[in-house]
């Protein structure tokens, strides 16, 4: 590698090598989904405003999730899709390093939202009676906001460190985007403040927010074991069986892709799980919570009565 100082400079992004028929595909595929993911959680967004049966805390984190997601997917899949078929799959230093922030702030924010949410089924099902009082709406928005501060405010430092990183030649990035690992490894400087504080910050947390979710499913399974009703232990764990499916998919692919021992080597296989971790929770997150919840049918099939009336009405 040469030892040229590049800073400013436009990265090639790798990507995908693929022939030209499978780009075509390939861009089929991922613009549906992009679309599909898009469309689904704007539906539970406008679901949970609408609805008064949904205007519950459990469904106000629901829709920030959907809202989330929107924009975690839309950080990488736009480019991505114009890079399927573009020859020239270049993104400029500021660009890359926006990315970067914006990326990881949504991925930051999906831990704490998660994680949130299983404080919410935690207080819910052990502490039914006093559940009202502690979950309220200013709560619940304190909560969510503080989420979105500390994703925001916790990625300043990696990212505005690594904006002054040097970085070396070729500026090829053998990824679908700006990843950390890949311009770590371009880095002139190793052991910068960037690497240092974005390490330190991904394992804490996503391993503290994983902890602690799994810690609440452990004394959430333990109080609906001991309830006396079969009926309300299967409608009990109903409710939590969606998000521990989302926190499920989103971790596996997390920990794979960030929780593990650094590589000098990339593999197409790591560029599959890490697609897998940008589409998959997105696009499933709408399916798991539509299809396996009750609550949420109920008040699609309640729209949808409403929209024919006013079609009929006009």
Not at 290 to 301: D, T, Y
Request: with cysteine; net charge positive; hydrophobic share 50%.
């Amino acid at each position: 590698m040469a030892e040229n100082d590049t800073t400013g400079a436009d990265f090639l992004l790798v990507g995908f090598l693929l022939s030209q028929e499978q780009e075509v595909i390939a861009f089929t595929i991922f613009l549906f989904i992009y679309i599909f993911t898009i469309m689904a959680n704007i539906l539970i967004i406008v679901l949970v405003r609408v609805d008064q049966s949904l205007h519950k805390p459990m469904y106000f984190f629901l829709s920030n999730f959907s809202f989330l997601e929107i924009w975690y997917i839309t950080t990488i899949i736009p480019k991505m899709l114009a890079d399927i078929l573009s020859k020239r799959r270049f993104i400029s230093h500021n660009g890359c390093i926006t990315q970067f922030y914006f990326f990881f702030v949504f991925g930051a924010m999906e831990n704490l939202l998660l994680g949130v949410m299983a404080l919410d089924r935690f207080l819910a099902i052990c502490y039914p009676l006093r559940y009202p009082i502690l979950m309220n709406d200013k709560t619940c928005i304190q909560l969510a906001g503080g989420c979105w501060v500390f994703s925001c405010v916790s990625l300043l430092l990696p990212s505005v460190s690594m904006y002054q990183l040097s970085f070396c030649e070729p500026l090829v990035i053998d990824h679908i985007f700006c990843d950390f690992s890949p311009l770590m490894k371009l880095s002139c400087n190793r052991y910068s403040l960037s690497e240092v504080s974005f390490t330190f910050l991904s394992w804490v947390l996503i391993l503290c927010c994983f902890l602690l979710i799994m810690m609440s499913y452990i004394f959430i399974i333990a109080t609906i074991l001991r309830m006396s009703s079969a009926a309300r232990r299967q409608n009990v764990f109903a409710t939590c069986a969606s998000h521990l499916m989302v926190v499920l998919i989103y971790y596996g692919s997390a920990m794979f892709t960030y929780i593990r021992p650094p590589t000098h080597e990339s593999f197409p296989f790591d560029k599959v799980v890490f697609v897998f971790c940008i589409v998959g929770t997105p696009l499933m997150n709408p399916i798991i919570y539509s299809l396996r919840n009750q609550e949420v049918k109920a008040a699609i099939m309640r729209l949808i009565a409403r929209l024919k009336r006013l079609r009929n009405s006009l």
